[in-house]
């Protein structure tokens, strides 16, 4: 069993900061790729960025170069570094695990971007 523990959201102004982290415990031997998806109130879930394995990354267009994703290996952490946040990066933001071919979520944090 694989538990997913997400933290750093909160109520920001449009233009700051925050990052958030995903620690995973459990059954974790051999995670593949860690990422970030986000659900705004309405909307799909969609990606915001991913990290494989081997350092790779992969963002959505309308958060490159803003976004950053990282991971910790030895504590099985992904980070999201968000900058120059605007209103419509409110969402809650998923954490995704993938290990074993099996992808597994988090429960979500709520990021607040105030105009």
């Known amino acids: 069993q694989v538990e997913l523990v997400e933290s750093g959201g909160g109520l920001v102004q449009a233009g700051g900061s925050l990052r958030l982290s995903c620690a995973a415990s459990?059954?974790?031997?051999?995670?593949?790729?860690m990422g970030w998806y986000r659900q705004a109130p309405g909307k799909q879930r969609e990606l915001v960025a991913v990290i494989a394995s081997g350092g790779s990354t992969n963002y959505a267009d309308s958060v490159k170069g803003r976004f950053t994703i990282s991971r910790e290996n030895a504590k099985s952490t992904v980070y999201l570094q968000m900058n120059r946040l605007k209103p419509e990066d409110t969402a809650v933001y998923y954490c995704?695990?993938?290990?074993?071919?099996?992808?597994?979520w988090g429960k979500g944090t709520l990021v607040t971007v105030s105009s």
């Open positions: 459990g059954s974790i031997f051999r995670i593949n790729a």
């Open positions: 995704n695990v993938n290990i074993r071919g099996m992808d597994n």
